[in-house]
């Protein structure tokens, strides 16, 4: 059993903290720790985290980098303040490496001030993924593509970009006192930005945004954006706005 009550507070808060470590964390139970269960600090951990009990920690059971790797299966999870999987979105913490996000039992959520995509990278997120963004009065988090997103669902398996409050979607995620009961609201997160090279979305949901996505202005000659049997609405401002001229191309189709 691993259970500390720690005193400080703060981001660098967990009851096992992984710094460029890659160890198996199997069949124990981490709970009652003020922070995260397990936090992967770096994108070069990789985890093995099976058949735990991570229940009642006040963050996440496991929080990690936008790039990390690691592997989650069969853990019970329960009652800890984010009902999620982590992805730190600090200035920090970007995709620096061609990046796939897997179908987890739990929804991710990209918390601080969301994520970026670098240059000559790619995301790809596959079928039935669920990504929800933190709400915090002084944050919207959200997306920054410089390259490439690739999010292609399916109909029995869409992918769903949403507010951490939408229960709908995966599963009920906040348990924190004064955020539990609120109920998701259009710009309740950011939004999605390309800023260059391409982006394909496919059966997606986009839903409690600002802008749900916006295409920036940017110089490159290789700018195309497919959005193809994709759901976006109740977001603040525009579905989808173009912020620029120089959109090489751009197909929506049963949208």
Same mark, same amino acid.
């Given at each position: 059993t691993i259970s500390c009550n720690v005193a400080p507070s703060g981001w660098d808060v967990a009851a096992i903290k992984l710094n460029m470590a890659s160890p198996r964390i199997e069949n124990?139970?981490?709970?009652?720790n003020e922070g995260d269960g397990v936090w992967g600090v770096d994108s070069q951990s990789c985890?093995?985290?099976?058949?735990?009990?991570?229940?009642n920690n006040g963050r996440f059971p496991y929080c990690h980098p936008p790039a990390g790797r690691f592997i989650y299966q069969g853990n019970v999870v329960k009652g800890? =303040?984010?009902?999620? !999987?982590?992805?730190q979105g600090r200035d920090d913490c970007r995709i620096d490496r061609d990046t796939i996000w897997k179908k987890e039992e739990l929804p991710y959520l990209?918390?601080?001030?969301?994520?970026?995509?670098?240059?000559?990278?790619?995301l790809v997120i596959v079928p039935g993924v669920v990504v929800k963004f933190m709400d915090m009065s002084y944050y919207k988090a959200?997306?920054?593509i410089k390259e490439n997103m690739v999010a292609n669902g399916t109909k029995d398996?869409?992918?769903?970009?949403t507010s951490m409050y939408d229960d709908s979607? =995966?599963?009920?995620? !906040?348990?924190?006192e004064g955020f539990k009961d609120r109920i998701p609201y259009p710009g309740s997160w950011g939004e999605i930005v390309f800023v260059g090279g391409r982006?394909?979305?496919t059966n997606c949901y986009v839903r409690y945004g600002g802008n749900g996505l916006r295409l920036q202005n940017n110089d490159s000659a290789d700018n195309r954006y497919v959005i193809r049997n994709s759901d976006i609405r109740y977001n603040s401002a525009a579905g989808v706005t173009n912020a620029g001229s120089a959109c090489n191309e751009l197909v929506m189709e049963g949208c």
């Amino acid at each position: 059993t691993i259970s500390c009550n720690v005193a400080p507070s703060g981001w660098d808060v967990a009851a096992i903290k992984l710094n460029m470590a890659s160890p198996r964390i199997e069949n124990n139970i981490i709970s009652q720790n003020e922070g995260d269960g397990v936090w992967g600090v770096d994108s070069q951990s990789c985890p093995v985290i099976i058949g735990n009990v991570m229940e009642n920690n006040g963050r996440f059971p496991y929080c990690h980098p936008p790039a990390g790797r690691f592997i989650y299966q069969g853990n019970v999870v329960k009652g800890n =303040g984010y009902q999620a !999987i982590g992805i730190q979105g600090r200035d920090d913490c970007r995709i620096d490496r061609d990046t796939i996000w897997k179908k987890e039992e739990l929804p991710y959520l990209v918390v601080w001030y969301g994520i970026t995509v670098d240059e000559g990278k790619i995301l790809v997120i596959v079928p039935g993924v669920v990504v929800k963004f933190m709400d915090m009065s002084y944050y919207k988090a959200g997306l920054l593509i410089k390259e490439n997103m690739v999010a292609n669902g399916t109909k029995d398996k869409p992918i769903v970009f949403t507010s951490m409050y939408d229960d709908s979607a =995966g599963s009920k995620t !906040i348990n924190l006192e004064g955020f539990k009961d609120r109920i998701p609201y259009p710009g309740s997160w950011g939004e999605i930005v390309f800023v260059g090279g391409r982006g394909t979305l496919t059966n997606c949901y986009v839903r409690y945004g600002g802008n749900g996505l916006r295409l920036q202005n940017n110089d490159s000659a290789d700018n195309r954006y497919v959005i193809r049997n994709s759901d976006i609405r109740y977001n603040s401002a525009a579905g989808v706005t173009n912020a620029g001229s120089a959109c090489n191309e751009l197909v929506m189709e049963g949208c």
